[in-house]
């Protein structure tokens, strides 16, 4: 064959073959693009369109995360207890995972946030701390506000911190509504050798004032977990009934985004439609 007309040949085939690839790259990236398009139209859909826990699986499933204000209730729950009973620590263990043995006493406020699920709801709690000591602690009627759970803590390795569990009880008796969820935790389970308050002396006082009872260990993160959730998932359990009595008629429903009280005893925020903040 001749050479002169076998050369521009094999030139225009590899010239095909070219354009062939450049066509399947611009139609795959065509297509990723169509895919991306797709989830964000759903995304922006009208919240009538689309319910909050088929907008979060979307998020979710998109990219692995939930968006902060994605949840279907915000509750506040509030530390107390004397200074160095492992307050800090416990809230750093539930929402950080983190421990820290030489931590400082709090000065002020602080507050975390955590998500669960309760029941296939979206729970966010924001949980403050405060200082135990008394020149450090913040504007009290200030840090009890809008508070439906409390984690009341001591130290069970020393009783004076139990013995004070009376006095930190009536402050939050007066400043919260009377049905407020109250766990009585009794910190640092892992010091066995240095017990000073007993399991049972704890239960028992806890049953004498209608608390919950838990001891814990932010150090082993024992019980941590259980002490928060359980607290939630009371809290829960009061705002959903009241739901239903709503749905009954025997109690008027929460409007969006309104405040609601239980039986005028516990309030919590409840977030009705979706996702504005
Ligand atoms: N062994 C043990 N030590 C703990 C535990 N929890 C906290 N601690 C230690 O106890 C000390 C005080 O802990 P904090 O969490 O700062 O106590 P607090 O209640 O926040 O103290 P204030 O901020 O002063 O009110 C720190 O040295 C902690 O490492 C625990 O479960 N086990
Ligand atoms: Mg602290």
């Known amino acids: ?48 369109f689309l319910s909050l826990e088929a907008k979060s699986q979307i998020k979710t499933s998109m990219a692995g995360y939930r968006a902060e204000d994605d949840y279907d209730y915000l509750f506040k729950v509030v530390l107390i207890g004397d200074s160095g009973v492992g307050k800090s620590n416990l809230l750093s263990r539930f929402t950080k995972n983190e421990f820290n043995l030489e931590s400082k006493s709090t000065i002020g406020v602080e507050f975390a946030t955590r998500t669960l699920n309760v029941d296939s709801k979206v729970i966010k709690a924001q949980i403050w701390d405060t200082a135990g000591q008394e020149r450090y602690r913040a504007i009290t009627s200030a840090y009890y506000r809008g508070a439906v759970g409390a984690l009341l803590v001591y130290d069970v390795t ?55 009872f838990m001891e814990t260990s932010a150090l082993e993160s024992t019980n941590v977990e259980n002490a928060f959730a359980d607290v939630l998932t009371q809290i829960y359990h009061i705002v959903s009934k009241k739901a239903v009595q709503a749905e009954n008629g025997t109690a008027s429903a929460p409007a969006k985004g309104e405040k609601i009280d239980i039986k005028n005893d516990v309030s919590a925020m409840k977030r009705v439609g979706c996702c504005s903040s």
């Not at 225009?12 to 066509?23: A, E, K, N, R």
């Not at 569990?165 to 509504?177: I, P, S």
């Not at 109250?182 to 399991?199: C, E, F, I, Q």
């Open 1 to 48: 064959m001749d050479k002169n007309f076998q050369t521009p040949s094999i030139y225009l085939f590899s010239i095909l073959i070219f354009v062939h690839f450049i066509l399947l790259a611009a139609l795959f990236k065509l297509f990723l693009i169509l895919i991306q398009l797709s989830f964000f139209l759903l995304l922006l859909l009208p919240s009538s």
């Open 158 to 212: 020393r009783h004076a911190t139990f013995e004070n569990v009376d006095r930190w009880l009536k402050e939050l008796r007066n400043h919260t509504d009377a049905n407020i969820v109250v766990m009585l935790v009794g910190n640092k389970s892992d010091l066995r050798h240095l017990v000073a308050v007993s399991t049972e002396d704890g239960k028992s006082y806890a049953e004498k004032e209608s608390l919950y």
